[in-house]
C-alpha cells in the first residue's frame, strides 16, 4: 500500500491579501492512492487545490511532482506535466455538445487520434449517461451529469494526478455515491486523486490517507478508515 510520494507539499503558505487562507501546511500524494483533505467549509481546502494548480500565488511553499519542483510553474505546464483539476462548480462549457467538452479536455495532450479515440469510449463506459447525451448541450445535463462530464473531460487529459475539489457538492445522496464508486474504479486503474470535500464521510471511507484542515492548518492525519473512527473527528464532522 505505501508507494512513493508522487507529489510532495511542504511549508505551504497562501493568502488573500492580508487574511491568512492556508498557514504553512505538509502533506503528501502517493502514487495509486486516494488521498483526501478535509475541513468545514472556509477551512482552506480549496485554497490549497488552487495553489497546486497554480492557479492562486503561493506566499511560501515548495510543491515537488515525481522529483521536480512545480512550485513556480503556470497552470498549463503543470496540466501538462499531469496535474489536472476538476474545479468546483464544475465548469463545464455549456453550449458544447457533451462530446465536445470532452474532446476538448485532450486539447495538451501531443499522442495521435485513435488514443483518444480509445479514451474516450473508456470514458463513455465509465459513465453510460455521458454516451446517451454525446450529442446534446452539456447545459442540458443535470447537475451530477455535469459532473461525471468534468470528471471525464478531466480524464481525457490523461492526468497522473486527478485533483478534485467538491465533487458532491450540492448534488443528491445517490448520486454522490455514484461518482465515489466510479472514482474508485479509476483508482483501481491506477490513477492517483487528490479529493478536497465537505463530506467527510464519503471522503474518509474511500480515502487511503486523508488530513483535517481547520483553518488553514493540518490538525490530523492517517488512513481514512482510522480517520473515521476517530471520536474527535465524529464529534467534530459525523455529528458525533
Known sequence: MSHAALLKVEGLKVSYGHIDAVKGINFELHEGEITTLVGANGAGKSTTLLALSGLL???AGRVQFDGQDISAQPPHKIVAAGLVQ???GRATLTTLTVHENLELGAYTRRDGKAERARD???IYALFPRLKERQNGLAGNL??????MLAIGRALMAK???LLLDEPSMGL???IVQDIFRTLRAINREGLTIFLVEQNVRQALKVADRAY???TGRIVLSGPGAELLG???VQDAYLGG
Open 57 to 59: 500565488k503561493k506566499n
Open 86 to 88: 476538476v474545479a468546483e
Open 120 to 122: 474516450l469510449e473508456r
Open 142 to 147: 443535470s447537475g451530477g451529469e455535469q459532473q
Open 159 to 161: 492526468p497522473r494526478v
Open 172 to 174: 443528491a445522496p445517490i
Open 212 to 214: 483535517v484542515i481547520e
Open 230 to 232: 476517530n471520536p474527535k
